[in-house]
């Protein structure tokens, strides 16, 4: 592409929008057409699941997707990510593969996003508005504007509902933001949840590097001292890779905020493993030890500046050389997406006196976030032999990173995690043969564009797993124990 070639917001609608519209004139359920063209789906479909496969290459054989690719160490403008049977990426290359089905999606390939910092089971409820400034984590949570609105509906949700509502809604959300890998999930079953999404907390890709705490241990006789001491021993043993510690939430003059590096220290909790999350009141020196030891740095700018007027001396870290990974903390007060929250921290960097590229702030949500959770192996790079965790984005602007930068929920086309479509085009889902594999796939209407949606699979009784429910089912029973649940599309 030429780069001087103005590249206008895309908003392709594609041929499912069309399929469903012919459908409903002529009176068949929605999805359903007698089209038979690639993008058209063959068979017949309910109007809120897709069953039926749908006309592409023999279903299981390999494609590629063809877009402006962000590969491992290079951009391939255009350039081809195929990927097998079996969910791994064959091969990122500049030339088209043969004999391979080919998806032109005319959009930035990049590395499924890694969110380093979020709170899903709470991702159900709207963005709360603080009335007030807080001086840490402890005042807020004290509240009780905070109880009323946020904690006691929580509560009674966690106890009404089936196990992993709350969390496969909060993934879906995930999904529909371009995430595939997501830290943070806390509820009982989440370390058992087959997740649409990776939690690089919990068990991921057959062991579990990643550990969490919000909360560090007050002292001896704290129940949170034995977690503590088992997480620093497996620290020690190499099982654990990746240690996310909440620490120094808050104003940087308020006193328990600042008391809380020396506090962890004392725990002897800064290890090469601890990832500390927020360190809105560290100072440059204590930034410094964290380099020093080669901690790491996850900041989630939009949430510190809603609750406390301030947040994380984020240009210091990277001046001293800390790895900084980014997420948005939660929805209640961060930002709707981890696209959005990459925008309010390139503009806190600049007004903090150190402007980053695009590239940089890409890299923070994709391979440095990788890096972080000591999964840089697996997940991260777009390259051979790699899970084929993949998003794909509309075109915003001849730079693919600038490109990244402007793109919001509404210009994810396609998410794929191990090679399976999760989130996508209904038009695109045509053309892959989505379907025939006995999951129940359901159509939704996200910013006017008809798009797939897969919510998994699920234990069921007595061993095994089953579909999981639809994101419609998700919402009915949130809706019926809470009407104020924050919608995903919107």
């Given at each position: 592409m030429d780069p001087s070639e103005p590249i206008s917001r895309r908003r392709v609608l594609g041929a499912g929008v069309a399929i469903a519209a012919a459908a409903t004139a002529s009176g068949l359920p929605l999805g359903c057409s007698s089209d038979t063209s690639r993008a058209a789906h063959a068979g017949a479909m309910s109007d809120d699941t897709i069953k039926a496969p749908l006309a592409r290459h023999v279903s299981?054989?390999?494609?590629?997707?063809?877009?402006?690719?962000?590969?491992?160490?290079?951009?391939?403008?255009?350039?081809y990510v195929t990927i097998d049977p079996s969910g791994q990426i064959a091969a990122v290359s500049a030339s088209a593969p043969t004999s391979t089905y080919v998806l032109d999606t005319d959009g930035v390939v990049l590395p499924g996003l890694i969110d380093l910092h979020n709170h899903p089971e709470w991702?159900?409820?709207?963005?709360?508005?603080?009335?007030?400034?807080?001086g840490n984590r402890y005042e807020w949570r004290a509240s009780?504007?905070?109880?009323?609105?946020?904690?006691?509906?929580?509560?009674?949700?966690?106890?009404?509902?089936?196990?992993?509502?709350?969390?496969?809604?909060?993934?879906?959300?995930?999904?529909?933001?371009?995430?595939?890998?997501?830290?943070?999930?806390?509820?009982?079953?989440?370390?058992?949840?087959?997740?649409?999404?990776?939690?690089?907390?919990?068990?991921?890709?057959?062991?579990?590097?990643?550990?969490?705490?919000?909360?560090?241990?007050?002292?001896?006789?704290?129940?949170l001292m034995a977690t503590l001491r088992a997480n620093l021993a497996d620290i020690e043993a190499g099982r654990v890779k990746?240690?996310?510690?909440?620490?120094?939430?808050?104003?940087?003059?308020?006193?328990?905020?600042?008391?809380?590096?020396?506090?962890?220290?004392?725990?002897?909790?800064?290890?090469?493993?601890?990832v500390v999350i927020h360190g809105a009141g560290l100072t440059r020196s204590q930034l410094g030890d964290l380099r020093d030891v080669g901690a790491k740095l996850v900041w989630s700018p939009q949430s510190n500046l809603r609750l406390y007027g301030e947040t994380t001396r984020a240009a210091d870290a990277l001046d001293v050389g800390v790895t900084l990974g980014i997420g948005p903390d939660w929805l209640p007060s961060g930002s709707a997406?981890?696209?959005?929250?990459?925008?309010?921290?390139?503009?806190?960097?600049?007004?903090?006196?150190?402007?980053?590229?695009?590239?940089?702030?890409?890299?923070?949500?994709?391979?440095?976030?990788?890096?972080?959770?000591?999964?840089?192996?697996?997940?991260?790079?777009?390259?051979?032999?790699?899970?084929?965790?993949?998003?794909?984005l509309s075109r915003l602007?001849?730079?693919?990173?600038?490109?990244?930068?402007?793109?919001?929920?509404?210009?994810?086309?396609?998410?794929?995690?191990?090679?399976?479509?999760?989130?996508?085009?209904?038009?695109?889902?045509?053309?892959?043969?989505?379907?025939?594999?006995?999951?129940?796939?359901?159509?939704a209407y996200a910013w006017g564009r008809l798009m797939v949606l897969d919510t998994g699979t699920e234990p069921a009784p007595g061993g095994g797993t089953r579909p999981a429910a639809t994101l419609d089912e998700l919402r009915r029973r949130l809706l019926a124990a809470h009407p104020q649940v924050g919608p995903i599309f919107a």
């Open positions: 299981g054989d390999a494609f590629a997707l063809k877009g402006c690719v962000v590969a491992e160490h290079t951009v391939l403008d255009p350039g991702n159900i409820f709207p963005p709360w508005e603080p009335p007030q400034r807080y009780p504007v905070y109880e009323q609105l946020v904690a006691e509906p929580e509560a009674k949700l966690a106890e009404s509902l089936p196990l992993q509502t709350q969390l496969r809604y909060a993934e879906v959300r995930s999904l529909v933001g371009g995430v595939t890998a997501i830290q943070g999930a806390s509820s009982p079953d989440a370390a058992t949840l087959t997740s649409t999404i990776r939690t690089v907390d919990q068990e991921v890709f057959g062991t579990r590097i990643g550990r969490s705490m919000v909360d560090l241990p007050l002292g001896e006789g704290d129940p990746a240690f996310y510690v909440h620490l120094a939430e808050g104003a940087r003059d308020d006193p328990e905020t600042l008391a809380e590096f020396a506090h962890l220290e004392k725990l002897h909790g800064l290890t090469p493993a601890t997406s981890l696209l959005a929250e990459l925008r309010t921290a390139r503009q806190v960097l600049a007004d903090q006196g150190h402007p980053v590229t695009a590239a940089f702030l890409v890299r923070a949500v994709t391979s440095t976030a990788a890096t972080i959770a000591g999964l840089d192996q697996h997940i991260g790079t777009l390259a051979a032999r790699r899970p084929a965790d993949v998003t794909v602007h001849a730079d693919p990173f600038e490109s990244v930068l402007l793109s919001d929920r509404n210009d994810v086309d396609a998410v794929f995690v191990q090679g399976a479509l999760a989130y996508g085009r209904a038009d695109w889902a045509g053309q892959l043969g989505v379907g025939g594999d006995g999951r129940a796939r359901q159509l």
